[in-house]
């Protein structure tokens, strides 16, 4: 039978699983990657190349079973030897940078008593620590003045809460319930935090040596991200937007430069969209930056630009790229300034000339999420000598530390050798299947489960990754090695609309997604599903955020899948654009228009308006503080199958986020647990 007419079908078999994991913990040791694994993952990220490169410090990050949190320590690494030590204990120490000189190392954790982070400084030699101040808030973007003296961060300064009417006075010893609050600013809450404390993030020194800090900027705006000295340390440079109207610019930055000693601000770039990461050359002569000419277009390529110190000059070193970059940092000699970009799903580590000229310098860098392959982040620092520092992945070990120094590269950590090495894991094989659409190339991978008889057959699960401006990878993914351990095949690939492969490709979506990226999809399913140890007639589909839209836009589309799970996905685009905590961006960049200008074009792209034609089972997944594609979005999908009498069930997951969905290793778990029930119910 193909469908099950129950409308709540699955639901038990769902619960059973759930139920069952709570003996996780004490299950016993697999030969093939099991949820009680996911505990036992480490993750290096991070790194930090001495400026001599005789040392690298990194965040190391391990997840306890009995706090199911992920724990970051800073470590220490000798790369000649690979020999390492523990440097700071956690539960949460990050941001480990290393002072001009390398004698000292900042780095900032918060205290086992819960209060704020604060700043930390260790002198290397004497292997003593010094809080240096007492913050009331959580500091960021720490960086050393070039003489050592004094240290930069950011830091959030509270203003006094909205209020409407005076207030009441609470007789004595009266209980009431907590007062109301009132929401006036335009930006009021994110994903990662929440519904927000009314407070600007301001610019603030304080010595190295320990001190009461100084506040530098002040009024109503957000300074700061990725700070950085004028070689002189007279100034800091950082970006930001400070036009009047700023907070409905969601795109709008410039980069200022901010005197230490007096606070004067000099604003050094007058374009019209983003300009972020200033960095200074060793000579001051130039500031490299990134940003891009805003065309509110929802995918644009991100370019390096390098200006004269005054903000004269500005130009574009990377037009011809084709590929948005990051992380910019300048060679010691000031001729270079290296990049990190994704090219193809292949994030890579980039030297880019004075003219324009580029030479890759590493590649295959990852980043420390566990549970999906993304290409993204890939931290890296480059020292005087030249030597590399990054984090490296695979499909079969997530990141560890590499070095690369003098046209040779070494990998320095294996923090999971002793859980994966002798493991059964899935392999990656990569595929290029021609668009049905327009034949053009997309790049697939496939999973297979570990152990394969001949003429064995697997069901299959096509896995569709977020963003949708976003590139998957041959990368370690936790859920793809727990579907592969449980006897299913993934396929997942790169449609257009990801990113890495240009901006043609990825702007194929422009103010039409979905578009075609549905029959990229469906062509790679064919291509998979045509493999001789493919099940296809047991064919499923899942994928999260804007891989979760598409979910629900395949099943109203086709019957083809025995069933579906949909994840944090955007269901209706006029209620998402009104209600997500990106509500300045979502209108005018994915479609062009606000939902009143156009309303035909939000429901057309909406999964909702396909709603009537579903006949697949579909569960439903949200994070419960998820502020990016908020639980309501959800929520309209499981009720409306409801009506219908499709086999659903809607899983809440407590206190995730969008971003934050697979965080803690339970979840991750659980999530997966629920999602191969789900199949397993409606597997042929």
Request: with cysteine; hydrophobic share 40%; net charge negative.
């Amino acid at each position: 039978m193909r469908r099950s007419t129950m409308p709540n079908a699955g639901f038990v078999s769902v619960l059973c699983l759930l139920c069952g994991f709570c003996e996780l913990a004490g299950a016993l040791p697999s030969e093939t990657f099991s949820p009680r694994d996911v505990f036992d993952l480490q993750v290096a990220s991070d790194p930090r190349i001495r400026p001599d490169g005789g040392a690298i410090a990194y965040v190391r990050v391990a997840y306890s079973v009995l706090t199911d949190r992920g724990e970051r320590s800073i470590w220490l690494i000798d790369p000649a030897t690979g020999k390492q030590a523990p440097l700071v204990d956690g539960p949460s120490a990050v941001s480990p940078r290393w002072s001009a000189d390398g004698t000292r190392l900042a780095y900032i954790s918060t205290p086992p008593s819960g209060a704020p982070a604060q700043l930390y400084v260790r002198w290397m030699e004497h292997g003593v620590v010094s809080k240096i101040a007492n913050l009331p808030a959580a500091p960021g973007d720490i960086a050393w003045s070039p003489d050592g003296h004094q240290i930069a961060f950011t830091m959030a300064s509270p203003v006094a809460p909205l209020t409407l009417g005076p207030p009441l006075v609470k007789p004595p010893g009266a209980t009431w319930a907590d007062p109301i609050k009132v929401i006036g600013d335009v930006i009021y809450r994110s994903d990662s935090g929440g519904y927000l404390p009314r407070g600007f993030r301001h610019i603030w020194v304080v010595s190295a040596d320990g001190g009461a800090p100084r506040q530098l900027t002040f009024g109503d705006f957000n300074d700061g991200h990725n700070l950085s000295w004028m070689p002189d340390g007279q100034s800091i440079l950082f970006s930001g937007n400070r036009a009047e109207g700023w907070e409905r610019q969601p795109l709008q930055s410039n980069v200022y430069r901010l005197s230490v000693a007096d606070g004067v601000l000099t604003q050094l770039t007058h374009a019209n969209g983003p300009s972020v990461w200033p960095v200074a050359s060793p000579d001051g002569r130039y500031i490299a930056y990134l940003g891009y000419i805003d065309e509110h277009r929802p995918h644009q390529d991100t370019e390096l630009y390098i200006m004269d110190r005054d903000g004269g000059h500005a130009h574009s070193l990377t037009a011809t790229l084709d590929r948005p970059v990051d992380a910019p940092q300048w060679s010691a000699d000031g001729r270079n300034v290296y990049v990190v970009y994704i090219d193809r799903g292949v994030q890579k580590i980039a030297r880019i000339s004075l003219t324009g000229r580029v030479n890759e310098v590493a590649r295959d860098l990852s980043y420390e999420g566990l549970d999906l392959p993304y290409a993204v982040g890939g931290a890296f620092s480059v020292a005087k000598n030249a030597a590399v520092a990054f984090a490296r992945g695979n499909v079969g070990y997530p990141s560890e530390i590499v070095v690369s120094s003098k046209g040779s590269e070494h990998r320095l950590t294996h923090l999971n050798a002793e859980l994966l090495e002798n493991k059964a894991l899935a392999t990656a094989t990569h595929l290029q299947v021609p668009s049905k659409f327009d034949a053009q190339p997309i790049d697939a991978w496939i999973m297979t489960p570990p152990r394969i008889a001949p003429g064995q057959k697997f069901p299959l699960i096509l896995e569709i990754h977020g963003g949708p401006y976003a590139s998957y990878g041959e990368l370690w993914s936790t859920e793809f090695q727990l579907y592969a351990a449980a006897g299913f095949v993934v396929v997942y690939c790169n449609p257009r609309g990801s990113d890495s492969y240009g901006d043609e490709f990825a702007s194929g979506i422009a103010h039409d997604f979905p578009g075609h990226d549905y029959d990229d999809l469906m062509s790679v399913v064919d291509a998979a599903a045509a493999k001789d140890f493919v099940d296809a007639n047991n064919l499923f589909v899942t994928g999260g955020s804007g891989g979760g839209l598409l979910t629900a836009w395949i099943v109203g589309k086709n019957s083809r899948f025995r069933a579906a799970v949909v994840q944090r996905p955007v269901i209706n685009w006029t209620s998402l654009s009104l209600t997500s905590d990106q509500y300045t961006f979502m209108g005018p960049y994915w479609l062009g228009k606000l939902p009143w200008e156009d309303p035909d074009a939000y429901w057309r792209h909406s999964p909702l308006s396909l709603v009537g034609a579903v006949t697949t089972p579909t569960l439903v997944l949200v994070g419960e503080e998820d502020h990016r594609t908020p639980p309501a979005e959800a929520e309209q999908y499981y009720q409306a199958l409801q009506l219908r009498g499709i086999p659903t069930a809607l899983i809440r997951v407590p206190g995730a986020s969008h971003g934050s969905l697979a965080s803690r290793p339970s979840h991750l778990a659980q999530e997966v647990a629920a999602i191969l029930a789900w199949f397993n119910r409606f597997k042929d």
